[in-house]
């Protein structure tokens, strides 16, 4: 059974950092890219970053370009997100989703984590 | 303001069908990437429902459906029933920004 479990949402104050993790398993972690969707609170599905299979191709949200960071450990199966100078904005559930193919594009998710919440405020 | 533009609502009564349309351009829908649609249950996290325009996963039933053609996409919903209370995303890949694209999202309201 494919699994995503994502943790470290928490309450941050405007300017400062956080890192999210995803782990995961029931899948070879190696043959798919991953990606970070966001959903602030009552709103829509925002496409947040994406990294391929082998780590040579990442995509990030002109939103969030500059200040997050997407890396994913094999030996680990897990994906991370490092998010610096959080704004009121960046509010949002953090879903870890699977991708349907080693690359990003064109392929679809076909598996998404159950999400963590980043709330940033002061 | 989304790249892909979906109707915020549609409704319907039970065992009727609904659309919900999504409407890109040239760099995404229009530029033949595929379009792919997922359906988010109220407090739960998103579910695949279509991938490459018009494919089921295993386990999606029949009555949804999923159509392309030029820079517009379409999911409908045939035999409508209470639990398709949902709100519903479509999602492409844009060439112009290299990035990966998710429609408004539509809310389905069954009567």
């Known amino acids: 059974e494919v699994q995503l479990v994502e943790s470290g949402g928490d309450l941050v104050q405007p300017g400062r950092s956080l890192r999210l993790s995803c782990a995961t398993s029931?899948?070879?972690?190696?043959?798919?890219?991953i990606h970070w969707v966001r959903q602030a609170p009552g709103k829509g599905l925002e496409w947040v970053s994406g990294?391929?299979?082998?780590?040579?191709?990442?995509g990030y949200a002109d939103s969030v370009k500059g200040r997050f960071t997407i890396s994913r450990d094999s030996a680990k199966n897990s994906l991370y997100l490092r998010m610096d100078s959080l704004r009121a904005n960046d509010t949002a559930f953090y879903y870890c989703?699977?991708?349907?193919?080693?690359?990003?594009?064109?392929?679809?998710?076909?598996?998404w984590g159950q999400g963590t919440l980043v709330t940033v405020s002061s | 303001q989304s790249v892909l533009t979906q109707p915020p609502s549609v409704s319907g009564a039970p065992g009727q069908r609904v659309t919900i349309s999504c409407t890109g351009s040239?760099?995404?829908?229009?530029?033949?990437?595929?379009v792919h649609w997922y359906q988010q249950l109220p407090g739960t996290a998103p579910r695949l429902l279509i991938y490459?325009?018009?494919r089921r996963p295993s386990g999606v039933p029949d009555r949804f459906s999923g159509s392309k053609s030029g820079t517009l996409a379409s999911l409908a919903i045939s035999g409508l029933q209470a639990e398709d209370e949902a709100d519903y995303y479509c999602?492409?890949?844009?060439?112009?920004?290299?990035?990966?694209?998710f429609g408004g999202g539509t809310k389905v309201t069954v009567l």
């Open positions: 990294i391929t299979w082998s780590s040579e191709t990442i």
């Open positions: 029931g899948f070879t972690f190696d043959d798919y890219a």
């Open positions: 999602q492409s890949y844009d060439s112009r920004l290299s990035n990966v694209v």
């Open positions: 040239s760099s995404n829908i229009g530029a033949g990437h595929d």
């Open positions: 989703a699977k991708g349907s193919s080693p690359y990003g594009t064109g392929s679809h998710i076909d598996y």
């Open positions: 490459v325009n018009s």
